[in-house]
């Protein structure tokens, strides 16, 4: 290897690692001396400059970097680049493979293989291949995460109140359950305040485990319908779930360009020439009432707080809705119960 070219890995790297020092607060020093099989005598500086071999630098960089964040996901990490929306990851190496999940520019998923020009990944519970040419490896990937990290609240427990302040005397805004994720806006001594759908909550961190986290695939479940179902229903339902990923716009109808909650169902309902008005709460008083044990694909499941329906979703089969979430998830599918629903609605009378 060329000494200039082991000035610019080795200056990259020590750029990297200064970063992580800022953003975890305490010191790399011994971490990549141990990563790197050197002394705890020797400084991170001459260390790198010790090492010759690019991939060795690569793998100790790789190492610190996982191990400081607690990237425990990941061995070998990319970095998707896609340039907007998100990109398929299927279940072969073809572009004739069925789409299995999709993944998000700067989402992060766990290089296993290579296979000519696709890469096998796995990002969440999503595993399959993606194109090589939307992924960051290497250096250029743990470089490009050290600024991406985010911090997220992992629920581990049921029926666990979201509040509307930092303390056990105030309302409630909703109740999340065990499994579930949250970014978290501010944290606290006994409180993380979290990102619902838009509106600021807090969780008891005694119930929470905080940590820094990457974006990762969002998986696309196969939906069981059951008897009865139209084909209406199964077509709408379909029709929904081919928007997962775009974005979302506060104010927005557009399926490909950006929508909010209600302008989302909105769209999706006048595609099959249904009218119904742009907002949750008014949405919430068309149609007719359904129980949620009683939802069929197309339903409406409306979601809200203490100033009453602030966020609607469709029903999409299997326990499953799709919405437009927030500004940095977009439309997505989630489970129906991410949040406690308030009602269902049926719009489609067959």
């Known amino acids: 290897m060329s000494k200039n070219r082991k000035r610019k890995i080795t200056g990259s790297i020590s750029a990297l690692l200064i970063g992580t020092v800022f953003i975890c607060g305490a010191s790399m020093d011994a971490e990549a001396s141990a990563a790197l099989g050197s002394s705890a ?17 690569e793998d100790a960089m790789n190492d610190v970097v996982l191990d400081a964040f607690h990237l425990d996901s990941y061995s070998n990490l990319g970095i998707v680049t896609v340039s907007e929306g998100k990109v398929n990851i299927r279940a072969k190496a073809s572009t004739d493979g069925k789409i299995v999940g999709k993944i998000g ?67 409630v805004l909703d109740i999340v359950g065990s499994g579930q994720s949250f970014d978290v806006l501010e944290e606290m001594d006994e409180w993380v305040k979290i990102d619902l759908d838009g509106d600021e909550g807090y969780l008891f961190k005694d119930y929470v485990k905080v940590g820094a986290k990457l974006d990762e695939a969002l998986t696309i479940n196969e939906v069981r319908y059951g008897e009865g179902v139209s084909d209406v229903r199964i077509a709408l339902s379909e029709f929904a779930k081919k928007y997962i990923g775009n974005p979302y716009v506060w104010g927005g109808t557009s399926l490909t360009r950006g929508a909010d909650c209600s302008g989302f169902v909105l769209s999706v309902f006048r595609n099959y020439g249904m ?60 489970g129906m119960y991410y949040r406690s629903p308030v009602k269902a609605r049926r719009i489609i009378q067959d």
Do not use: M
């Open 41 to 57: 005598g020797i400084g991170i500086s001459a260390d790198l400059e010790a090492v010759e071999d690019t991939e060795v630098l």
């Open 275 to 334: 009218s119904l008005p742009h907002s949750s709460r008014a949405q919430a008083n068309c149609g007719s009432a359904v129980s949620l044990s009683e939802l069929k694909p197309g339903d409406l499941v409306f979601y809200g707080n203490r100033s009453g329906i602030n966020h609607v979703a469709i029903y999409v089969g299997g326990g499953q809705v799709v919405h437009a979430s927030n500004p940095r998830v977009g439309i997505t599918i989630s």
């Open 105 to 171: 520019r700067d989402a992060g998923c766990d290089i296993l293989d290579e296979e000519g020009d696709w890469l096998h990944v796995k990002s969440g519970k999503v595993e399959g291949y993606i194109k090589a040419e939307y992924v960051l490896t290497g250096s250029e990937a743990l470089e490009q995460a050290s600024t991406l990290l985010k911090t997220i609240a992992d629920v581990n427990t049921d029926g666990l109140k979201v509040r509307t302040e930092p303390n056990t005397e105030c309302e």
